[in-house]
């Protein structure tokens, strides 16, 4: 299908509409991005030890539970083939009011990712090259991304695939490494299932932790979601394409972790910071190390920050064209079809929030949004499929009763991992969204004009 050909989006008041052009690859990439092919790299000595060496089980545990969210997505991607991700799917599942209530959820997790990750890219800047300020390496990185999100979806499309590639060889570069070194005898001195598996340690209990640990690591699968009104074939690709991203990067993660681990076996004394930059230094040499450190500020700096800045701009985009925020977010670019007001908006409030809040803050606020916005989707797939249109019968007892309540089952378990300050910020967000939503419908009794011809 040309681009021509496809059906363009519908916009705000007959404006100009968003540019159909996004294939499922380039929906995959997209979403693989999100979750940043070498995460593991960052966080690999703080699971080690939290895991007692069995990171592998750990991403393992993580995919398998974040994959019943993702069929819920499939689910509703597949009926209502539009943007605005959890909030237009809930919208529809349930109702306007609570489709709201769970955008605004989801927004605490799009609008503060972006700035959580400019915060974070900034330190490992600021770690490498002491001389430039946080601030300088800040403003460089949003610059960079808010140009190539204005100029289009396929701007970001192109530079997704080329920092997609970038990563793989890095990763690719450090199995054969790590491999060649353990084979000739480094390390472990061969291959072992200890990593994932270890007789008496794994247990309900051990699950349940490595679930509240891994789970959080697949946050952002759910950002492809955000652009099916700039996808060719939405109802076809959205939900398969969140799918393959997750399992691949689920793949990967427990691959590169496994072959870490074999490198570091003594993972009490691996380096809680450093852990994988110590592994491949070890196997390859200290000029990978500094590789490694390279790409990972590039893929968190441009990759990430520039798809998580894209998706939030089109859940503004979509909740501004509903006028449940303000109206000015649905704005397009007349040139480039993009939703240009939301980037420029959010580009101004990552900087001042990237610099005023720390980042054990910020990572509460998107981690909150995230898992209750998730716990309201999966509940809006049961309400639509199974109670509304009493889809019940063999497989579908299966996808829209028994999955969305397993979803939701490991959802609420990681939800009780959160601390006092969690509960506090994340319950007060909600509350004023609830509030706010109440005075829009003037107590829940008026339905917004954009939502009274939606089909159901």
Known sequence: MNN????????A??????KRTLKLKDLVFYGMIMMVLIAPMAVFGEIEQASGGMTPFVYLVGVIAMVFTALSYMQMSRRFPVGGSVYAY?????????GFVAGWMILLDYIFVPALLYALVSNICVETFPGIPAIAWIIAFIVVNTLINVRGIDYTAKADIILFFIELVVVVIFLIGGISFIAGGGGTGGFSIEPIYQPGKINLNFIA???????????????????AEEALEPARDIGKAIMIALISIGLLFIVETYVACLILPDWQNTDIAAGFYDAAALALGEWFRIVMVGVTIVAAGIANTMVAQSSAARLLYTMGRDRVIPHIFAKVHPKFRTPYVGIYLLSIFSLVIAIAVPIDTLVRLVNFGALGSFIMLNFATFFY???REKIRGGAGFIKNLVCPFIGMAILIYVFTGFDYISYIVGFGWLIIGVVIGFIKSKGYKEVPEAFKNIEL
């Open 4 to 11: 021509n050909a496809a059906p363009q989006a519908s916009s």
């Open 209 to 227: 932790s490595a679930c509240t640990i891994a789970a959080l690591s697949f946050l952002g699968f759910d950002g492809i979601s955000t652009l």
């Open 90 to 98: 809930v919208q529809r599942g349930i109702n306007h009011h609570v």
């Open 13 to 18: 008041d007959g404006q100009v509409q968003l």
């Open 385 to 387: 499929f199974f109670i």
